[in-house]
């Protein structure tokens, strides 16, 4: 079993699920450890492995000079025992929309 999924999107827009699902059912507020050097070695990877909490990171210099990512596009570090759970929530808001309060 994989400990780790790693999302590569935009944070802004469609490419914000990812983090909104994993928060949809406690109503958390977000919080990301993160810096500008060691983004996918350190903060989209290690922290959500070892903490078992969904990580992002803008992506840093090195991140951007060896892959194909784009400026406007983030890593996201989802641990895998979440997946069900934001399985469950992807369910729950395509079935209707998010209330309004």
Same mark, same amino acid.
């Given at each position: 079993? *994989?400990?780790?999924?790693?999302?590569?999107?935009?944070? %802004? @827009?469609?490419?914000?699920?990812?983090?909104?699902? &994993?928060?949809? /059912?406690?109503?958390?507020?977000?919080?990301?450890?993160?810096?500008?050097?060691?983004?996918?070695?350190?903060?989209?990877?290690?922290? *959500?492995?070892?903490?078992?909490?969904?990580?992002?990171? %803008? @992506?840093?210099?090195?991140?951007?000079?060896?892959? &194909?990512?784009? /400026?406007?596009?983030?890593?996201?570090?989802?641990?895998?025992?979440?997946?069900?759970?934001?399985?469950?929530?992807?369910?729950?808001?395509?079935?209707?929309?998010?209330?309004?309060?």
């Amino acid at each position: 079993m *994989p400990g780790l999924c790693l999302y590569r999107g935009q944070l %802004l @827009g469609k490419g914000a699920i990812p983090v909104q699902i &994993d928060y949809y /059912d406690t109503g958390k507020r977000l919080e990301f450890n993160t810096t500008v050097f060691q983004a996918t070695c350190v903060d989209s990877t290690m922290i *959500p492995f070892v903490t078992g909490k969904l990580n992002s990171s %803008l @992506g840093c210099y090195g991140c951007r000079e060896s892959t &194909d990512a784009l /400026d406007e596009e983030n890593l996201i570090g989802i641990p895998y025992p979440n997946m069900e759970k934001i399985t469950l929530n992807l369910q729950e808001l395509a079935a209707k929309p998010t209330k309004k309060v």
